[in-house]
């Protein structure tokens, strides 16, 4: 099986977080992609909710796509999420399958300053989905820490995000401000956002 990992906070998670799986699935041929909501963010990130509402949000918008499934591994872990550690499980869990990280376009050029990026390569083939008003991939970047053979998968892996100006953030400040989300995200999730009382200031 050829399964995506594409993690991130999630907080809440919107439509333009399913494009983005939904073109790296289409286009890198990918059987599953799996959401990994952020457990014990590095760096003092920012994350409003609970990993379990993350969660819970996570599922109810990816249910009715069977491509589609949530992992727990990252919020059930005590530890710090590194995405090296959340690799090294997915590539034990399952032996057999091939196993690609699913970035942005902003956030692929810092992955060589990721802990453990050269394990990072080893692990999983990288697909990059680039975004308008986003700096384009380096590969140079990667000379380091990644073969020529695997530069050269995520070279042929760049798929083209749709143009679509959502972001988490600008959902909890409409939410904060008594502002409709409806069609930012899916109903079940701004319906789940609602009875929770989320993002309220």
């Known amino acids: 099986m050829k399964r995506g990992i594409y993690g991130g906070s999630f907080d809440p998670v919107h439509f333009g977080h399913l494009l983005l799986a939904e073109t790296a699935r289409a286009e890198a041929g990918l059987d599953r992609v799996v959401f990994l909501p952020l457990g014990v963010p590095p760096h003092q990130k920012n994350v409003r909710t609970s990993g379990e509402d993350r969660f819970a949000m996570l599922e109810a918008a990816v249910a009715p796509y069977p491509e589609f499934e949530v992992g727990r591994y990252e919020i059930d872990s005590p530890n710090t999420s590194y995405t090296a550690d959340t690799l090294r499980y997915y590539r034990e869990t399952y032996p057999d399958d091939e196993l690609y990280l699913i970035v942005g376009s902003e956030t692929f050029n810092d992955v060589p300053r990721w802990v453990r990026p050269r394990e990072i390569c080893g ?33 042929r892996q ?19 401000a008594g502002r409709s989300v409806r069609f930012l995200t899916p109903d079940v999730v701004a319906d789940y956002i609602e009875s929770r009382r989320l993002y309220r200031d």
């Open 123 to 155: 692990l999983a083939s990288l697909i990059v989905a680039r975004r308008a008003g986003f700096p384009p991939p380096d590969f140079d970047l990667f000379r380091e820490i990644a073969t020529p053979e695997r530069i050269e998968e995520f070279r």
């Open 158 to 176: 760049v798929v083209e995000m749709p143009a679509l100006e959502i972001s988490s953030t600008a959902i909890r400040q409409r939410v904060a």
